[in-house]
């Protein structure tokens, strides 16, 4: 797997996740008129509040895996452009060293095989 494709892939589980979390809220809001509408009429809304509560412990662990996804993506783009950059300023410096012998042959071949120097021998 290519770089592009695991940050790809760690970006689509996150938005699975933020999908799932709030398909969860979603449930919780409607668990929680429900607890509303059972304590008015009966009293008794204790397992309708053990399932809300177990929606929210489910929530609280989306939210966790949802910022581990983002780290974990952060993480890893900052890495891919730090070898992204590194690749970058070896290259700079090869070319830099290329153009840096290039101007010297040129400056040897200038002044001691010029005519004056040619000349003075």
Known sequence: MSQEEILSSVKTVAQGLEALKAENQQILAGLASSVDSIRKESG???????????????VESLELGIGEAQVSS????SKYCRRKYDVGHTR????NSYVFKTIFRQFLIEH??????VAKS
């Open 74 to 77: 952060n993480s890893y783009c």
């Open 92 to 95: 700079l410096i090869l070319d």
């Open 112 to 117: 001691l095989y010029s005519p004056q120097v």
């Open 44 to 58: 008794d809304a204790s397992f309708v509040e053990r399932k809300a509560q177990i929606i929210t412990k489910s």
